[in-house]
């Protein structure tokens, strides 16, 4: 696919995966699809983790033509680019759940622990029904395993960033996804 043609605000871009445009179209199909699934349930509660997830939620969202509410929780379980298997909650989410169907969204499933551990404490927490939506699955890194009710693209073992995602807080606001340059990346000069 090649490099973007208009100007971009990071050298180390690597290659895009995922234009704009297959974006747009797979997260109308899952709203779609999120949309006949629950319509007999006027209790749907979108649950993101943030930060990867809020550009995918807020368009997935917009394609949901069902009663919906929307709410998040904040879990660390990296640094840089490596994930540690140990996972914190930062911040908590505020709706009690039991009454709703929720559907928890991530914006990538890496190793499986982050989703893993959070499935669990949902769970625990009696959920009417509990279903797992990820933009993006890096099938080949499974750890733990990880039910993936909705998933947006499979995509290979790289480090990517854009819509939402992102490497050291930098990248989230690209439209398109893109694998980062590492070499490039860790010769950038500091900002
Ligand atoms: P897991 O616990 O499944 O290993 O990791 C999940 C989290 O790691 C994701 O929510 C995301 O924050 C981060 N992560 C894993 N792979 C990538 C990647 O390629 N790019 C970015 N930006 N984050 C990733
Ligand atoms: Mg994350
Ligand atoms: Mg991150």
Known sequence: MGMPTTPVPYDF?????????QIEDRVRELGQ?????????????????????????????????RPMTMDFMSVASYSGTESSGFIRIEADHKTSIQNWDVILVDDIVDTGYTLNFVRKLLLDRNPRSLKICALLDKVERRKAAVPIDYCGFTIPDYFVMGYGLDIDENGRNLPYICSVNLE???QRSQP
């Open 13 to 21: 871009i690597g290659d895009v995966l995922i234009t704009p445009q």
């Open 33 to 65: 699809q999120i949309t006949r699934d629950y319509q007999n349930s006027d209790h749907l509660l979108i649950l993101g983790l943030l930060r990867g997830s809020v550009m995918f939620i807020t368009d997935l969202m917009r394609h949901i033509q």
């Open 184 to 186: 490039k990346y860790n």
